[in-house]
């Protein structure tokens, strides 16, 4: 065993002040601990959005057994800096190196094994802590993904160019028991790493690539537009929409093109960044009911509902269109705004039509008289409805649906 210590670690442990030392090695592990905190209070409000309960109650519950996954881990942490601290006085540094190896490893085995029962007996541990029918599925996921899938890095490879999964804390699921399809943003679903490969696309349908192309310039657009923007998404929206117009209709007439198929993987990855700040808007709130009721692909839903809520906005904030008309191709100059507005919605439009996407609620198979019911259902999506850059009311949204009819 190597009785020597290198030139930095003699630094720190021997010559270095108090301080300095302190500021070293103290300070890295009391920010690992306030990210820690930050981590869960972040993954809080997220699931608050829902306005579910039961979902909140959920997290309340796995919180302590987080709380001991972490005490393991210092257990080993603490106990092993005693014994160091110890060797170190005593110039002892082949102990010093033992000492530190076997605790990071004695810890990493304590935590795995923990992580281990947890899973295995989850159900009775949360019942214990207090779960209940209400409750039970939801903690058991969230103990899955914190407790036994939390430490590992996330990887996220896409295979369609529109979700902007990737960059993003957000992903939809259906909830068959409400008819809905909701987005539901955690930490948890960060990506450490995110590797995309337009090639992987290049085997998709040609449908499926015109609804997630579209899907990818729903974000940008919104992400432009919502009350939640800024300078910094707003310029990674219209730089998503300079990439996805001149190429997406390629991609569909040309799945083999390359280059094509490039530019809209761009796109759509820089409009997921702009969204994964600003947010998303009306478009994905009426989207949600769409899918979740009558199945409709969530990036069908959201170019169906792109020309009608995008006519409603229009309307509220005409000014606002005008960069996007010009990303899109469109020269404004000597244009008024509301001609401008006009001339980028026309080019929404001739876009969708291009790629051959349903703008119609009727070519889902969606009744007309589930305008009504799909409103209230809609409302429901408080977070995104108050980030439309236009008030939405109950009733503008059943106006809205009955016109995409």
């Not at 030392?21 to 409000?45: G, R």
């Not at 198929?261 to 989207?287: E, N």
């Not at 792109?306 to 005409?318: A, F, H, I, S």
């Not at 409302?379 to 409805?385: C, D, H, T, V, Y």
Request: a negative charge; hydrophobic letters at 50%.
């Amino acid at each position: 065993m190597d009785n020597r210590l290198s030139q930095r670690e003699v630094e720190i442990f021997e010559t270095m002040s108090v301080p300095k030392a302190v500021a070293a090695l103290a300070v890295p592990t009391v920010i690992s601990q306030i990210i820690a905190m930050v981590y869960n209070l972040a993954d809080t409000w997220y699931i608050g959005q829902l306005n579910d309960t039961n979902m909140m109650a959920a997290v309340t519950l796995i919180f302590p057994v987080f709380l001991m996954l972490s005490a393991l881990a210092n257990l080993f942490g603490i106990g092993g800096a005693s014994l160091l601290s110890r060797s170190l006085g005593e110039h002892n540094y082949a102990r010093v190196r033992e000492a530190g190896a076997s605790s990071a490893w004695m810890a990493v085995a304590a935590t795995l094994a923990y992580s281990l029962v947890t899973m295995i007996w989850r159900v009775p541990l949360l019942r214990m802590l207090g779960a209940d029918d209400g409750t039970i599925d939801y903690a058991s996921g969230y103990l899955f993904w914190t407790v036994a899938v939390g430490g590992l890095p996330t990887v996220m490879i896409p295979t369609t160019a529109g979700s902007g999964s990737e960059v993003s804390a957000v992903a939809v699921f259906s909830f068959p028991e409400d008819k809905m399809k909701k987005g539901v943003a955690s930490g948890n679903m960060v990506a450490d790493a995110a590797l995309v490969d337009p090639l992987l696309t290049l085997g998709l349908p040609a449908h499926i690539t015109a609804a997630a192309g579209m899907d990818a310039l729903v974000h940008a657009v919104e992400s432009y537009l919502s009350l939640g923007t800024n300078r910094l998404t707003q310029d990674l929206a219209l730089a998503a929409i300079r990439k996805i117009v001149p190429n997406l209709a390629l991609c569909v007439r040309e799945p083999g093109n390359i280059e094509a198929r490039t530019a809209q993987a761009y796109g759509s990855l820089t409009a997921g960044m702009a969204f994964a700040m600003s947010g998303t808007a009306g478009v994905h709130a009426m989207a949600y009911p769409l899918g979740g009721e009558f199945h409709v692909p969530h990036g069908e839903a959201n170019t169906a509902m792109l020309r009608w809520v995008m006519e409603y906005n229009l309307d509220g904030c005409p000014e606002r269109f005008v960069p996007i008309a010009e990303a899109m191709g469109v020269r404004t100059e000597g244009m008024s705004p509301e001609r401008a507005a006009s001339a980028a919605l026309d080019a929404m439009i001739a876009l969708g039509e291009e790629c051959g996407v349903k703008t119609r609620l009727r070519d889902f198979g969606i009744p007309k008289e589930a305008c009504s019911r799909m409103a209230p259902a809609a409302m429901k999506e408080k977070r995104l409805i108050g980030n439309n850059p236009r008030r939405l009311t109950e009733e503008a949204v059943r106006k809205i649906y009955e016109r995409a009819w």
